[in-house]
């Protein structure tokens, strides 16, 4: 192999190399979308069991202002 062919195979390499980084750059970006996605449903899933437990709270000891 000839030095202008090791160096066009090292220029296909860095080609090839440059594309997944920025592949992983965009996936990394929409798993951090989904992920901070994730953690605003968990919230608000938190705070309807937090108003349901209330409200059960509320019925169980007869508080007739549960709404």
């Known amino acids: 192999m ?7 195979k090292l220029g296909e390499r860095i080609d ?3 594309m997944n980084v920025e592949l992983l750059a965009t996936e ?7 992920a901070q996605q994730d ?4 919230r ?3 705070r309807i069991a937090e108003i ?6 509320a019925l169980e000891g ?4 549960a709404s």
Do not use: V
Request: overall charge negative; proline content about 0%; hydrophobic content about 30%.
């Open 2 to 8: 000839t030095t202008d062919e090791r160096i066009e």
């Open 62 to 65: 007869g508080d007739s202002t």
């Open 52 to 57: 349901h437990e209330r409200r059960i709270s």
């Open 16 to 18: 090839a190399l440059t």
């Open 44 to 46: 608000a899933l938190a």
């Open 39 to 42: 953690g605003e449903n968990i």
């Open 28 to 34: 990394s970006q929409t798993l951090l979308k989904t």
